[in-house]
């Protein structure tokens, strides 16, 4: 592992064994998003003017500003989730799905709880969240609540009380002990990967020599290693986690070999001002 210091910032460079690979993904999670009734592939647009400054040959951004008519990649997470969380729930009709978030997350968990008939409880932290996420959450016709402290504290806060009401934790971060449904979710994120594939290569392209993936508490890094790592892949496509440096837990975890919890800041990158990477076991 090797860190270097430079005017963009910190860069952590891992040396994970080129040998390792992931499962291929769940075929049912990757056909699950086609079922519902909003779903299209969201456009890759190309930034022609970006590749020249930056002297490469080409530059594209998935935009998911169109997603299952939310703003946000995190409907695919969300959405398979939820199902499986509720399924999974069975004779518990009147449990209500809770999660905590600090952007688009609690959305997209308001809005398919809100779709499968369930009452929502999304806990947010305090003075951490812009208040049109805010109310966005709340036209879904979910309960918003709002808890004093950090992202890490208002996630404790939802498991806490999902364990001692009839609810339905549905949260994006694993720990010991919670691991299947952030599971689920990192599962649902592989669609946007799998569409990344098929546009490049119906625009005469291969796979995609570099991928920047923004990255908060990591499920959205950890859906792209598991792609491009994956047994049935080709393995070429270097993945980098992007991070804010007020919130940058990913690097500190990756030098020190395991999660480590940094302290936040305020950062402009709203939805990534979280301050400790999920705990999965055995890593």
């Not at 056909?31 to 299209?40: I, K, N, Q, S, V």
């Not at 792209?224 to 393995?235: F, N, T, V």
């Amino acid at each position: 592992m090797s860190t270097a210091d430079t005017p963009a910032g910190r860069w952590v460079v891992g040396d994970r064994d080129p040998s390792w690979s992931c499962p291929d993904p769940d075929e049912a999670a990757q056909l699950f998003p086609r079922t519902l009734e909003d779903y299209a592939p969201t456009p890759l647009v190309e930034l022609p003017e970006l590749a020249r400054e930056l002297g490469v040959g080409t530059v594209v951004a998935k935009d998911e500003s169109t997603r299952l008519g939310l703003p946000a990649f995190k409907a695919l997470g969300a959405s398979w989730a939820v199902h499986r969380a509720l399924e999974t729930a069975g004779r518990r009709p009147d449990a209500e799905v809770i999660t905590a978030t600090d952007g688009n997350h609690g959305r997209a968990v308001a809005h398919f709880a809100r779709a499968a008939g369930r009452r929502a409880r999304i806990m947010v932290p305090a003075g951490g969240v812009h208040p049109s996420a805010i109310a966005a959450i709340r036209a879904e016709g979910a309960e918003v609540v709002e808890v004093d402290g950090s992202y890490d504290q208002t996630v404790r806060t939802a498991a806490d009380y999902s364990s001692g009401h009839d609810a339905v934790l549905v949260q994006d971060t694993a720990w010991d002990g919670y691991e299947e449904v952030p599971g689920w979710i990192v599962e649902g994120y592989a669609t946007l990967f799998s569409e990344i594939d098929a546009q490049l290569h119906e625009a005469g392209r291969g796979s995609a020599d570099l991928l920047l993936v923004p990255t908060g508490v990591g499920s959205l890094l950890q859906a792209a290693l598991a792609h491009h790592r994956r047994r049935s892949s080709s393995g070429s496509t270097a993945v980098v986690s992007v991070e804010p440096d007020a919130a940058a837990c990913m690097g500190p975890s990756l030098a020190a070999g395991r999660p480590i919890t940094v302290e936040t800041g305020p950062t402009i990158m709203s939805g990534l001002n979280c301050g400790t990477p999920p705990r999965w076991p055995g890593r």
